[in-house]
């Protein structure tokens, strides 16, 4: 079983930043470099959705288009850690943001039914 655990959300103003940050424990004798990540977000009201994915190695990185060029991903597999690093938010970004482990898949493409892991989530808000 593996627990992740999201920090780094709150409240920010349009055109602002925020640093997401997923820590992974109890990786079930697999390496963390095994799982492939992902992230992921809900607004109220609307279906869970792919904002980024990361490769194992996190030589290769995917972006939703609504993110893409304002949102970096990377990992530290040394430290068991996935960051989503946000930039010029928008108000249309709030939402719950959940990180995600793969044993089966990662990158781009891998449907949301193939990350078996889940966080809690973390609430990022943007005001106008």
């Known amino acids: 079983q593996v627990q992740l655990v999201e920090s780094g959300g709150g409240l920010v103003q349009a055109g602002g930043s925020l640093r997401l940050s997923c820590a992974a424990s109890?990786?079930?004798?697999?390496?963390?470099?095994?799982?492939?990540m992902g992230w992921f977000r809900q607004a109220p009201g609307k279906e869970r959705e792919f904002v980024a994915a990361?490769?194992?190695?996190?030589?290769?990185?995917y972006y939703a288009d609504s993110v893409k060029g304002r949102f970096t991903s990377s990992r530290d597999n040394a430290k068991n850690t996935v960051r989503l690093q946000m930039n010029s938010l928008k108000p249309e970004d709030t939402a719950v943001y959940y990180c995600?482990?793969?044993?089966?898949?990662?990158?781009?493409?891998?449907?949301?039914?193939?990350?078996?892991?889940w966080g809690q989530g973390t609430q990022v808000t943007v005001s106008s």
């Open positions: 990361i490769s194992w190695s996190g030589g290769s990185t």
């Open positions: 995600a482990a793969s044993t089966s898949c990662a990158g781009y493409g891998c449907p949301i039914g193939s990350y078996d892991y």
């Open positions: 109890g990786a079930s004798g697999r390496t963390f470099s095994s799982y492939g």
